[in-house]
């Protein structure tokens, strides 16, 4: 294992060079080959239709094709056995009409753009284009529910991959989500159990405490025990609508893939289609908390806490009530006297456990309102006066172990600024091109290219996330879908996992920055590669005490060892310099580290 130096540690903090997208363009664009752009792509064509314009006869080819396709999509998806036919005609018609009113709005603002050389107007014209398709796809996620609410949710989270005008105005679905009557939740777990709420609760409360978009949570009390418990249950409707949802939004993104072939987002609907019968059985969801308590019940040092299961049916789940405030309540962590540095720290042990420990399982979930905070009456062992609870865990995947391995050699690389390592590993991880590496780094990290190659551990600044979000502007977007639609579905999941506690971590606004996160995880990654060092000597002829097996296993222990207390000595030199009250959040590459 190549020890990390602490030159390339004072080094990754040090480059000011303003960042820009278009240079990490400019390496793909050397090698790609050329695409001939002209404005026909985006015109509406010629007919022999008279009276009408060609730009009203597109419109009215797009809107009758969309609705048809959407049609057959909703009488494929639905049949016979669910008798809502006016429902499935208005929910299938806000799609297909929204669908197509975007595609028509984008092929003119695109010509538009193209007419204008005016570097200002061209950014102009197609934010405002980004904007009015954003809201008017926002009013049909709203109105439809369920599963567009989660997609949508899903979609306000892709900063790295969506424009701005389009994420920032789905954030409103996370706080936006339908509310089942009691009623029908009455009438539900009758159905599914066979027995009334009153046989099994004693207090059901009418009013949940939490909605999402797939379900809502209601406190109850059992009439057995008496015990406090939290009772998930589906919203009744959902699994109704689920074929005929999951059939819109397929027909959605392979339709904007038939008009806009550089924006191929199939692989989103492929993976929603993977991923939502995971979500939508609460037994396996269930499975998956029981097995994440296990794996940390072996880690005692972390404050983390995983609801016990009680029972679990397909569309409910019973555990126990492990209430907390958000993350994000920097008001109920400062009054509380929790450091908000060791919050992140600890999250960062948390998830980096969960990708790199040996057979973990992986929460690819970890968004706001499905973490907790609380304060403890004494303190942990570990010295934590916290506790992280980590809520639904419908969405887990299993990494491979030679992709652990791989994973944890490329972030190593990241962090020791070996470029060469990166590109590598990057190509073992997810088969990554040379030309495709500046994309899948900045992807990966969430940072700009140029801060990737020479200062990672400096905090992120709003100059650096406006460019990086104009940069989607300029071209960026169709190259890193057409990348993402490539790599394995995993790495997906991984990325997004990435992203959602890269946000967290910011929300805290820690004095330390992004810094302390990026120590931990190379504490990781250097046991990952300490480990396939250990099995690779266990599979060599002799044992580990023979001599060339020990000698091997000696120096590997020595090369972790090196890294880990290298990592020591920097995370103590930044603990000090946090208590005198310096800032640890950018440092120079001057910076005398020993």
């Known amino acids: 294992m190549k020890p990390l130096s602490f030159a390339s540690l004072g080094r990754l903090a040090s480059n000011n060079t303003p960042w820009t997208c278009t240079s990490c363009r400019v390496q793909l664009l050397r090698h790609a080959k050329p695409r001939r752009i002209s404005s026909q792509r985006y015109s509406t064509g010629s007919s022999g239709w008279s009276g009408r314009s060609p730009r009203t006869r597109a419109r009215v080819a797009i809107l009758t094709a969309t609705a048809t396709g959407a049609t057959g999509a909703g009488v494929l998806a639905f049949t016979d056995d669910i008798k809502y036919g006016y429902d499935v005609t208005e929910r299938t018609g806000r799609v297909a009409t929204t669908l197509a009113l975007c595609i028509n709005d984008y092929r003119t603002s695109l010509n538009e753009r193209e007419k204008n050389d005016d570097p200002v107007e061209q950014e102009t014209i197609l934010k405002q284009c980004h904007k009015r398709c954003a809201e008017r796809t926002l009013k049909v996620l709203e109105k439809n529910g369920g599963i567009f609410i989660k997609l949508g949710q899903h979609l306000s989270a892709m900063t790295y991959l969506l424009p701005y005008e389009w994420t920032s105005t789905f954030i409103p679905l996370q706080d936006k989500c339908p509310v089942s009557s009691y009623e029908s939740i009455e009438e539900m777990f009758r159905q599914d159990t066979g027995e009334e709420l009153q046989d099994y609760f004693s207090e059901f409360a009418h009013e949940p405490i939490g909605a999402a978009s797939l379900a809502q949570v209601h406190l109850a009390t059992v009439k057995e025990t008496g015990q406090r418990v939290a009772v998930k249950v589906q919203h009744p409707g959902l699994a109704q609508w689920a074929p005929l949802d999951m059939a819109l939004t397929k027909f959605t993104f392979s339709t904007l893939k038939r008009f806009f072939p550089e924006y191929d987002l199939e692989w989103l609907s492929s993976e929603m289609e993977a991923s939502l019968p995971q979500e939508l059985d609460f037994q396996l969801e269930a499975n998956n908390a029981i097995r994440t308590k296990q794996h940390f019940q072996k880690l005692p040092e972390l404050p983390l806490v995983i609801p016990d299961v009680l029972w679990a049916k397909k569309r409910i789940l019973v555990m126990a009530n492990e209430s907390g405030s958000r993350l994000d309540d920097l008001d109920y962590l400062d009054s509380n006297g929790i450091d908000r540095d060791e919050v992140s720290a600890t999250l960062a042990h948390i998830f980096n456990e969960m990708i790199f420990g040996k057979n973990a399982p992986l929460h690819c979930d970890p968004h706001g309102g499905n973490i907790a905070i609380r304060k403890t009456s004494e303190r942990r062992r570990g010295g934590h006066n916290f506790e992280i609870i980590i809520y639904d865990h419908g969405l887990y995947r299993d990494i491979p172990e030679h992709l652990r391995r791989s994973y944890a050699k490329m972030w190593l690389a990241v962090i020791d600024g070996d470029m060469d390592g990166m590109k590598q590993h990057a190509h073992d991880v997810a088969g990554i091109t040379e030309e495709q590496f500046p994309l ?11 801060v990737v190659s020479s200062s990672i551990l400096k905090s992120r600044s709003e100059e650096e996330k406006k460019t990086m979000g104009d ?33 967290l971590d910011e929300s805290l606004h820690t004095r330390q920055g992004p810094m302390r996160t990026f120590l931990i995880l190379a504490h990781y990654c250097a046991r990952t590669v300490l480990r396939e060092q250990v099995d690779e000597i266990r599979q060599r002829p002799g044992s580990l005490l023979s001599p060339g097996n020990a000698i091997r296993f000696i120096a590997a222990w020595m090369g972790y060892l090196r890294v880990e207390l290298k990592l020591e000595v920097f995370e103590l030199w930044l603990s000090i310099r946090r208590i005198i009250g310096l800032n640890t959040t950018q440092y120079g590459s001057s910076t005398s580290i020993i």
């Open 471 to 503: 940069a989607l502007q300029e071209g960026l977007l169709s190259d890193l879908v057409t990348m993402l639609g490539q790599v394995p579905r995993i790495i997906l999941l991984i990325l997004k996992t990435n992203d959602l506690t890269r946000s």
């Open 440 to 450: 899948f780094a900045s992807a990966i990290t969430g940072r700009d290219y140029t």
